[in-house]
């Protein structure tokens, strides 16, 4: 199972993400290994649509979170009005499906 955590070189070198190719290599064949790792990677990383969404949706989350702190009061008005949006929606869906 990969992680998404850069992974280290070595005490004195920088952490490398994933999907990058460390510099300094000087085996062809470990090159190539490298970059085909880095490549799979970046394409994992591309192609990881649920993945993807959990960071988004993770990262809203933080900054409704955030708006929260500063701003309970204007929070819980948005609150109140998205509840009454999303009912008057339903309403007018079941009216007019009713008639």
Do not use: C
């Amino acid at each position: 199972m990969s992680s998404d955590a850069p992974v280290p070189l070595s005490k004195n070198a920088v952490a490398v993400p994933r999907t990058a190719v460390p510099l300094g290599i000087t085996d062809p064949v470990e090159q190539a290994r490298t970059e085909l790792k880095a490549a799979l990677a970046a394409i994992e990383e591309k192609a990881n649509v649920p993945r993807r969404v959990e960071r988004a949706l993770d990262e809203r989350i933080e900054q409704a979170r955030a708006f929260n702190r500063r701003n309970p009061a204007l929070t819980a008005v948005a609150v109140v009005v998205g509840a009454a949006a999303i009912g008057a929606a339903v309403w007018g869906f079941v009216r007019l499906y009713t008639r």
